[in-house]
């Protein structure tokens, strides 16, 4: 049985707790269906049980305790406590044989970490490649020829085509190559220093370091040798005709294997295999820098159109918090550690995550019957275990604690008192929205509690719901933002741009209204 | 603690002890991830506690053990079941009654692992030691080592695996001897 086949990257995934629900579903259909694989997936699950059992106990310890006394690490921190053999409390407690040398190891094995960070230096750092061959860093007016290929501006591309019903879009290369895409067009992404226009036109810069871009359409290649042309591919009447313009420097067109130079100033034309030069057209191309301006002023009027609708949310006397960061401050809270950032636009500010010292501390006295909360975040990475975007810091029932599972679901607890010695928490997650994809992109979250029903929202649109017991009254007091202090819960990594809490649960228009307003 | 009481203790801890692997790699093979188990044995251990009076012989034990193990899972499954991707219970069923079937092997092989251990270079075997230890975080090992929680991830996967081929071989060759 090969190891190296999926079925095993899904157990691992799975052992992680860090597997998707469809990961999940095939991981035990292969399970259920082929007995073999069962068998093994059962061996290995022996394995991990017998390496917890084994290194706790002691019984698998070899590092040489010569290694251990020569280094201290001063901040190892260890519960002498701490065992993964369960402790009974209540009446007395459990004496281990093993449970001194059980202690002991965990002491040596936790001093060891600082230690041991030499010797797993030693192993190569395997990360997952980089698939990203280009950036999308600008755009005016885009409109995608499907929904389900929408990108947003600063997401990474990955080679494939891009599809532009109209308007245009800035590519930046990895290689340094900057193409303005207008639509309508299909562009592919060939790779970090090359592209397919099938249709439509781009214009190219290339500086010197990446010179050798090329563009390729089903007539000839372009090959750049710096610094500025067009290209563009019309497929009107079933046949192609494609041409290239020079604006600066030289190009060479290659096509049934002969090579033309086009200079300065001239355009070649490949119309049903007949090649003729034409006189260049500037203007038939946009320029980056008009791209830019319009876009500018793009930013400007959406930038505009949201602050009317932050002000009528502050206004709205529901809302109980609203920090929308227009300047880099805090109105009703305090800021600790996080650095200040740029936000959705040049023109307003946001809040930098970065260290588990970051956070936001503010306080909610009122006692609500219903609340949505509502941010505008960028995450950035997500790490395993709960990424806090609020937690209170009392925890009593109806508390609220709001957070993104290492699945990248929207989570909403809320305290309730099951008459277990511990406040219990009723959670609904939603699915998973923060996925790799998403990371580094402003998405609008929110949650809404109507007393009955948990509803999350990722950008306006409903992306899970559940029903949930109905507490007294929903309880913030004091609470954090991007932080909290439960160990399980991990600091935000990425950056805050707004953050508002309503005493009343906003309805689905209500919030893709707000998020039409805001987005960037 | 009464002297009654102690030698019950006692009783109860010998009994435990000696089936605690087993019942941890039966726990082990019906939940997602390590934490689980720990968790599910807690309460496996709690509940065998609370009620060893009522054991009627140590013989008996082994078997009554693993069908608390097993009703603890399926709870803790169930109050799971809506924010965890967790098997069906279809599935579960066919995974109990496999570990069920092969528990003289499996046991053969966490004792071969010792062995298989021993074998690891020293830099996987100081991994394993590390991420195993109760209470680490891998995040925080993935700070200090300077790798990324995914490489570490990756690399104890692989080392895993590569225990599963030895203690196999083990097995194999004290068959063929």
């Given amino acids: ?520 | 603690m009464e002297p009654a009481e102690l030698e019950q203790h006692d009783r109860f801890l010998r009994l435990f002890l000696l089936h605690e692997d087993a019942l941890r790699a039966f726990v082990r093979s019906l939940v997602p991830t390590r934490e689980d188990a720990r968790e599910v044995m807690q309460e496996v251990a709690a509940v065998l506690w609370r009620k060893f009076e009522t054991l009627s012989s140590p013989d008996d034990f082994r078997r009554w053990a693993f069908g608390v193990a097993r009703l603890e899972t399926l709870e803790y499954r169930r109050a799971r079941a809506r924010d965890r991707h967790v098997f069906g219970d279809d599935v579960i069923k066919l995974l109990a009654a496999a570990a069920d079937e092969s528990q003289s092997v499996f046991e053969a092989e966490r004792l071969a692992l010792e062995e298989c251990l021993k074998k690891l270079a020293e830099p996987q075997r100081v991994l394993v030691e590390t991420a195993y230890a109760p209470g680490v975080r891998m995040d925080e090992l993935a700070e200090k080592s300077g790798r990324t929680a995914m490489s570490l991830y990756k690399a104890l996967h692989r080392i895993r695996i590569a225990l599963m081929d030895c203690t196999r071989r083990v097995l194999e060759r004290e068959v063929a001897t």
């Fill in chain 1, 1 to 520: 049985m090969s190891r190296d086949d999926d079925r095993w990257e899904l157990v691992r995934r799975y052992v992680e707790g860090v597997a998707t629900a469809n990961e999940t579903r095939t991981l035990e259909a292969a399970v259920r269906d082929d007995a073999a694989f069962r068998l093994e997936f059962l061996r290995y699950l022996n394995v991990d049980a017998a390496l917890g059992g084994g290194v706790a106990s002691g019984r698998f310890e070899t590092t040489e305790s010569s290694i251990i006394a020569s280094r201290q690490d001063e901040h190892c921190t260890v519960d002498a406590a701490t065992s993964a053999h369960p402790v009974l409390v209540g009446r007395g407690v459990i004496q281990r044989r093993s449970r001194a040398f059980a202690t002991v190891a965990a002491m040596l094995v936790l001093c060891v970490i600082g230690f041991v960070a030499l010797w797993l230096r030693r192993d190569s750092a395997i990360d997952s490649p980089e698939l990203g061959v280009a950036l999308l860093s600008s755009a005016v007016d885009l409109e995608w020829a499907e929904e389900t290929e929408t990108r947003s501006i600063g997401a990474v591309l990955e080679s494939g085509s891009l599809r532009l019903k109209s308007g245009a879009a800035l590519v930046e290369f990895y290689s340094g190559s900057r193409v303005v895409v207008e639509g309508p067009a299909e562009f592919q992404l060939v790779s970090a220093n090359e592209g397919y226009l099938h249709s439509g036109r781009i214009r190219a810069h290339v500086p010197p370091l990446a010179r050798g871009f090329t563009v390729r359409t089903a007539q000839f290649d372009v090959v750049d040798r710096g610094t500025e042309f067009g290209v563009a591919v019309d497929r009107d009447a079933g046949t192609a005709t494609s041409e290239v313009h020079v604006f600066n420097g030289l190009v060479e067109v290659q096509r049934d294997s002969v090579t033309r130079e086009v200079k300065t100033g001239v355009a070649l034309r490949c119309d049903r295999n007949e090649l003729s030069e034409l006189a260049c057209d500037q203007t038939a191309f946009l320029r980056e820098e008009e791209l830019q301006e319009r876009a500018a002023i793009a930013e400007q009027t959406r930038f505009a159109e949201w602050d009317a609708a932050r002000r009528r949310l502050s206004a709205d006397p529901t809302t109980v918090l609203h920090e929308p960061l227009t300047t880099r401050t805090i109105e009703q809270g305090s800021v600790v550690g996080c650095d200040w950032t740029a936000g959705r636009w040049p023109q307003k500010s946001a809040l930098l995550f970065r260290r588990s010292a970051d956070r936001v501390r503010f306080e909610v006295e009122d006692s609500l019957q219903q609340v949505t909360l509502l941010s505008w975040v960028k995450v950035d990475a997500v790490a395993p275990g709960m990424t806090v975007l609020m937690a209170v810091e009392h925890e009593r029932v109806g508390s609220l604690n709001w957070l993104i599972t290492q699945r990248g679901q929207l989570r909403l607890e809320v305290g309730r008192d099951l008459g277990h010695r511990q406040l219990d928490w009723e959670a609904i997650n939603s699915e998973s929205i923060v996925t790799r994809e998403r990371f580094g992109e402003w998405l609008l979250l929110a949650t809404t509690f109507d007393g009955l029903r948990i509803r999350h929202f990722l950008n306006g649109q409903p992306c899970g719901s559940g029903a949930s017991f109905r507490p007294p009254s929903l309880q913030i007091g004091i609470a954090e933002l991007g932080n909290g202090p439960a160990p399980a819960m991990k600091h935000l990594f990425g950056a805050i741009d707004e953050f508002a809490i309503v005493g009343r649960a906003m309805t689905e228009a209500e919030l893709r209204d707000y998020f039409e307003k805001g987005r960037p």
